[in-house]
Every structure is written in structure tokens, then in C-alpha cells.
């Protein structure tokens, strides 16, 4: 966990993101960290999938876990609702522990949520741990194209760099590798959409859509497993 690269930052909906110098590249949209992840992710990933298939268990795959905010405000969602969460997020390079509390995330979240994951980081880096009834956590500490699991996949929260940093997250081969354990029927969305993007979704067996993007973008990608 060597974060020399990484510093805290501001963004404008108040709530914190980090840099990361080495990449050229922010964590979440400057425009707001905490509605960039609230919108993309929770709202029209979670919230839509569980109004389309509404169950009382959701399994969801993160590409790029980074400091947990998409984790933590989808696990007060499943607390709220009594749905169990099981949660894998893959990260290359997990953060070191003081870097997760330098981001404030804790004024977002339910106070019980926050101490669990606290509780369990960094142990969650190398196998599941529960985190309450409704929660569990394993981050993958793995780089994409080496990830591989057995489990089934419902959602696939999909929050790599941009493609101008990291083009070689958003090839076809590493689109296959995370929506290849994502059931028929299942949501993969991303902050992002571009024309190869949709082609390379259509191209893996996925129907796409374009849903209102988070502040400061218009459109985003929505895309089912047919
Ligand atoms: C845009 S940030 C993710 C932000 C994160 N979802 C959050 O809420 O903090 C991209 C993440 O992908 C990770 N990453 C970069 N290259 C990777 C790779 N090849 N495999 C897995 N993770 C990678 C970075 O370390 C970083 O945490």
C-alpha cells in the first residue's frame, strides 16, 4: 500500500476525492465525488436493477475499488432495505488505511457502516469478511486482467480511470473479464460513454442505453446482459 503518489482534494459538492499524480487522474468527478457516486452507481445501477429484478440479495462486482465510496452508499442502501449485499471490489493497488479516513467519507454514511468497514479494511483485501447481517466484503487486491472468481455477478459497477489515462480498462478484453460472471439480465453502468464503448458492450451480448449522466456530464452508459 504505497499511496506516495495519491493526495487528498476537494470537490465541489464539498465532498473529498483523491489524486492520484502518477496517472494524471482524479478518483471521481470534480463536479462531486459523493453525487457522482450516488447517481451512476446506486441510483441508476442499484436502485434500477432492484426495480427491475427485485430481490432480497444483490451481488455486486466494483472495477476499481479505491477509497469504497460507491461500497459504502450501496451497503446503507441494503441495510435500509434488509437486502443482503455481497460485495467484490478488484483493486490493483489498494489504499493504506489513513488514506480512507483522510476522505471524510464518514459524515455520508450510517456510523455503524462506517466502523464495520474500517473494521474489516485491510483484512478485506485478502479474503470475505461479514461486515453485520446484510454485508460482505472481499476486495480483490488484483489487477483486472488478472481477476477471475466463481461467483455470479447481478451488477457491475464499472469505475476504471478515464479511458485517456487507462485505455487498456476499457478493451474489449477487460469489458469480457468483468461482465463474463454477470448473469443474464444483469446491469453493468459506468460513469462514462463513448462509441466504442457501446460498440465493444454490444459486441460482449449487452443492450445498451444512455441515462442522464451525473452533474457535469450529460450521458452515461447503462448496458443489460442479454
Ligand atoms: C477512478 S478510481 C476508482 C474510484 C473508486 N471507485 C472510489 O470510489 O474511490 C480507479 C481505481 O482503479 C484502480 N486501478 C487502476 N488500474 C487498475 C488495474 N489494472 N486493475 C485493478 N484496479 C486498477 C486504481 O487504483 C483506482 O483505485
Given at each position: 500500500?504505497?499511496?506516495?503518489?495519491?493526495?487528498?482534494?476537494?470537490?465541489?459538492?464539498?465532498?473529498?476525492?483523491?489524486?492520484?499524480?502518477?496517472?494524471?487522474?482524479f478518483y471521481h468527478s470534480r463536479?462531486?465525488?459523493?453525487?457522482?457516486?450516488?447517481?451512476?452507481?446506486?441510483?441508476?445501477?442499484?436502485?434500477?436493477?432492484?426495480?427491475?429484478?427485485?430481490?432480497?440479495s444483490v451481488a455486486i462486482l466494483e472495477v476499481g475499488f479505491g477509497t469504497g465510496l460507491n461500497f459504502l452508499l450501496s451497503a446503507d442502501f441494503c441495510n435500509e432495505r434488509r437486502?443482503?449485499?455481497?460485495?467484490?471490489?478488484?483493486?490493483?493497488?489498494?489504499?493504506?488505511p489513513e488514506m480512507l479516513q483522510d476522505t471524510g467519507y464518514d459524515a455520508f454514511v450510517e456510523p455503524a457502516t462506517w466502523q464495520a468497514f474500517i473494521g474489516v479494511y485491510p483484512q478485506a483485501t485478502l479474503s470475505a469478511q461479514s461486515m453485520g447481517d446484510y454485508c460482505r466484503?472481499?476486495?480483490?487486491?488484483?489487477?483486472l486482467n488478472d481477476f477471475t472468481s466463481t461467483k455470479t455477478?447481478?451488477?457491475v459497477y464499472f469505475d476504471a480511470f478515464a479511458a485517456i489515462h487507462q485505455p487498456?480498462?476499457?478493451?474489449?478484453?477487460?469489458?469480457?473479464?468483468?461482465?463474463?460472471?454477470?448473469?443474464?439480465?444483469?446491469?453493468?453502468?459506468?460513469?462514462?460513454?463513448t462509441g466504442n464503448l457501446k460498440r465493444s458492450m454490444?459486441?460482449?451480448?449487452?443492450?445498451?442505453?444512455?441515462?442522464?449522466?451525473?452533474?457535469?456530464?450529460?450521458?452515461?452508459?447503462?448496458?443489460?446482459?442479454?
Open positions: 500500500m504505497n499511496n506516495s503518489n495519491l493526495t487528498v482534494a476537494e470537490t465541489a459538492d464539498g465532498s473529498k476525492t483523491i489524486y492520484n499524480a502518477a496517472v494524471g487522474e463536479h462531486g465525488a459523493l453525487q457522482e457516486s450516488k447517481h451512476v452507481f446506486v441510483k441508476s445501477g442499484l436502485e434500477y436493477l432492484l426495480q427491475k429484478d427485485p430481490s432480497d437486502i443482503t449485499l455481497d460485495y467484490t471490489g478488484i483493486e490493483g493497488y489498494p489504499l493504506s466484503l472481499h476486495i480483490d487486491h488484483t489487477l455477478f447481478d451488477l487498456e480498462m476499457w478493451t474489449d478484453a477487460s469489458l469480457e473479464r468483468c461482465t463474463r460472471n454477470l448473469r443474464q439480465g444483469g446491469v453493468f453502468v459506468t460513469y462514462a460513454i454490444k459486441g460482449l451480448g449487452f443492450s445498451i442505453e444512455k441515462a442522464p449522466g451525473a452533474p457535469g456530464k450529460r450521458e452515461m452508459l447503462r448496458a443489460i446482459k442479454l
